[in-house]
């Protein structure tokens, strides 16, 4: 149903390798000069919270994503998501990225400022969404936080068609979607600089450990029908541990504090973004 759907688009959004499909979702609403919520009506999807963890949505990608050209690049987010799911069955929602404080569990993603950069159509990528994907092993930098003009993390997807947000129009997935400026006007904090500001060989290995793993997911053509006897297995609480890191390992904003880089923006106390709205 959901691809019959899509097969009656023209122009809809070839998928990037990794996209998430809350970005693929986002571009391709763009695509037909639609707004989100007339977008997925017209898939004939309910409007989700979070459509990265939507089971259904993913599911209807996961069986049939193969199928369709244009949706291949979501495989890895549906391989992903379809772990997440059965981990937080075993309390691992804390596995996505949240920005700290209370109230703040909006489906936040952190980005690489280079990666948004170098993109001809920018997309974001499923494994940013992940609270311990914290580099770009492509760009060797950290991953942003937050938009550096509002201090609030990208939260996808967004009606691109009329987002007009204080400050600036919003053009594509490099602008921030609440104030419309430029995610990527500041340069990456590398990896290099990270180990300046205290991120120790150990931390380091760490964060490639985790990452591997996450990437050994993506690529694992797991369904959500057989990951559970996978993951049995190997039992649910190490395959959840396994995402972990000490919360002592800093991020790109702590990083360019102790860098004297640029002070950044803290996040309003108060989320401002209407979920309705999007
Ligand atoms: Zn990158
Ligand atoms: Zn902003």
């Known amino acids: 149903m959901l691809l019959t759907k899509v097969r009656q688009l023209a122009y809809v959004p070839t998928a990037a390798q990794g996209e ?3 970005s693929w979702i986002t571009r391709a609403a763009l695509s037909q000069g639609v707004r989100i919520r007339a977008f997925t009506n017209f898939l004939g999807w309910k409007f989700a919270y979070d459509w990265d963890q939507d089971i259904l949505f993913t599911r209807a990608f996961g069986h049939e994503v193969a199928t369709m050209p244009e949706l291949v690049g979501l495989s890895e987010a549906t391989n992903l998501i379809s772990a997440l799911l059965v981990a937080r069955a075993f309390r691992g929602s804390h596995l996505l990225y949240r920005s700290s404080g209370a109230g703040r569990s909006a489906p936040f993603s952190r980005y690489c400022v280079e990666c948004l950069e170098e993109a001809v159509s920018p997309f974001f990528r499923v494994q940013w969404r992940f609270q ?41 997935l490099k602008h921030c979607g609440k104030c419309g400026l430029l995610l990527t006007k500041l340069a990456p904090v590398t990896l290099q600089q990270a180990r300046l500001a205290g991120i120790s060989d150990a931390d380091l290995a760490t964060m490639q450990r985790v990452q591997a793993h996450i990437e050994e997911i ?31 390992i800093i991020d790109a904003t702590q990083a360019r504090r102790r860098l004297g880089l640029l002070p950044p923006v803290a996040m309003p106390a108060v989320y ?3 979920v309705a709205d999007r």
């Not at 959500?224 to 000490?246: G, I, N, Q, Y």
């Open 20 to 22: 998430s499909p809350s």
């Open 132 to 172: 311990n994907w914290r580099y770009c092993p492509k760009h060797e930098c950290l991953l942003e936080d937050a938009c550096p003009s509002c201090g609030i993390p990208p939260c996808l997807p967004i009606s691109m068609m009329c987002a007009k947000r204080q400050g600036g129009i919003l053009r594509s």
């Open 218 to 248: 993506s690529h694992s053509g797991s369904s959500d029908a057989d990951l559970p006897h996978r993951m049995s297995a190997r039992k649910p609480e190490v395959f959840v541990e396994s995402f972990s890191m000490p919360s002592t």
């Open 272 to 274: 401002p973004y209407p």
